[in-house]
């Protein structure tokens, strides 16, 4: 596996290209900016080692402490954490449910003690104008989070098939070989004999 430092330069090497290529397809620089940004997110902050202890954990300063039970219920490089489209979808929906959380938990104490005068069903509902006005930008933003994540999946699955292909060769590169189940034989013991 590629160390921390190395998939931060994967990530900024490939940020010029990445940027490149969306502003000659899309020709829209907001859309650039917002694929670029998600893109920079996803591989210096929100990678797939936020399941260990990785400079992209590190990296969220006094906030890691939310990412803690995300690391203990995650083995390392499961298909939960690393997996493409899964891992970063996880990834997202566990954040969310953090900043719900704490959102709310926010809000309540502003409510209380500045009196503003805020109601729940306000808040939501502006939320959700929010994010259906945004909807377009939202997706732009997780395609470029999945992007930067995929950067560290390609680079994490190459770096261990050149391990394999020192020892194994070619077939390091193929898929692996159904193992064949083991048979078990079983020894008949005979009839049984009563004891007298």
Not at 46 to 59: A, T
Not at 115 to 140: A, D, M
Request: hydrophobic share 40%; with cysteine.
């Amino acid at each position: 596996m590629p160390s921390g430092r190395t998939h931060d330069r994967i990530t900024l090497w490939t940020l010029p290209v990445l940027a490149g290529l969306t502003l000659a397809i899309a020709r829209n620089s907001t859309i650039t900016l917002i694929i670029c940004a998600g893109f920079l997110f996803g591989g210096l902050m929100f990678g797939p080692d936020l399941d260990v202890l990785s400079i992209h954990y590190k990296r969220w300063g006094w906030l890691r402490w939310i990412w803690i039970p995300y690391r203990g219920s995650m083995k390392h490089r499961s298909i939960w954490s690393h997996g493409p489209i899964i891992g970063t979808t996880v990834r997202v929906l566990y954040l969310s449910v953090w900043l719900t959380f704490l959102g709310l938990l926010g809000l309540a104490l502003i409510n209380e003690v500045l009196r503003v005068g805020w109601t729940w069903n306000g808040i939501g509902q502006s939320l959700q104008r929010s994010f259906q006005r945004y909807t377009i930008e939202w997706l732009l933003f997780c395609l470029g989070l999945e992007l930067g994540a995929l950067s560290h999946y390609v680079a994490d699955w190459g770096v261990s098939t050149q391990k394999r292909y020192k020892t194994q060769g070619w077939k390091a590169v193929l898929p692996p070989a159904p193992k064949a189940k083991k048979r078990t034989t079983r020894r008949s013991k005979g009839p049984r004999q009563s004891k007298r």
